[in-house]
């Protein structure tokens, strides 16, 4: 059954009266005319066959029937309420799957440590992550977002900028161990040295690779 306008007016009617006890309250509430309220309920009442308010020149009183009506509108009107707040907390929490692709190393390195926190604050979110270097089709693969390095070519995506990457090449001095090794094969310098690549974002500390 479809709950078209005309059956909407009619019930919210009853209810109004029903809990203020009268017709001109009733139209108050509604901000109706008492006697559009008073031809809503009779027209209820003739579409059901049945009496739903007795009526005096004193005051209004609901009959068995419209009494049992009054309680299952009553309910059903809870329930409404309650699906709209449903539906209102559906739309802030997040939920569903999240398909995220990161960088393998810095993904591993960085970001894996700070998923389950993240799982843990959004229980709704079903996780999914790939690791690979290499850059995804976001949308021909299904993918809600992705972290990538370098310059973003022209894209229709929405990107945002989270930090400077930076690759720092530095030397340090070999232990007494790797001094006492075989010299590499090539130009010697006066003093043993060994050669680190570091990955380093601000904020984050460095990992040596």
């Known amino acids: 059954m479809e709950l078209d306008q005309g059956r909407a007016d009619e019930y919210s009617a009853l209810l109004a009266v029903a809990r203020t006890g009268s017709f001109n309250a009733a139209g108050i509430a509604l901000a109706r005319h008492p006697t559009i ?18 009526r005096t020149t004193r005051r209004v009183r609901l ?9 299952r509108l009553e309910n059903a009107a809870a329930a409404m309420f309650e699906a709209e707040q449903e539906a209102v907390a559906g739309g802030s929490e997040l939920r569903g799957r999240l398909r995220l692709a990161f960088p393998a190393a810095m993904g591993r390195l960085w970001l894996a440590p700070a998923l389950p926190d993240f799982a843990h604050q959004y229980p709704g979110l079903d996780i999914e992550v790939d690791y ?22 022209d894209s229709r995506l929405i990107a945002r900028k ?47 690779r």
């Open 37 to 54: 309220v008073s031809k809503r309920i009779a027209a209820l009442e003739r579409r059901l066959g049945v009496r739903l308010i007795e």
């Open 63 to 71: 009959t068995d029937v419209g009494a049992r009506l009054t309680e």
């Open 132 to 153: 690979a270097e290499r850059f995804v089709d976001l949308v021909g693969e299904g993918f809600d977002a992705a972290l990538r390095l370098g310059t973003l070519g």
């Open 162 to 208: 989270l930090a400077d990457h930076h690759i720092v090449l530095g030397v340090t001095k070999l232990s007494g161990a790797a001094r006492n090794s075989p010299p590499p094969q090539g130009p010697r310098s006066s003093q043993s040295a060994a050669i680190h690549g570091a990955s380093i974002i601000p904020g984050m500390e460095a990992a040596e």
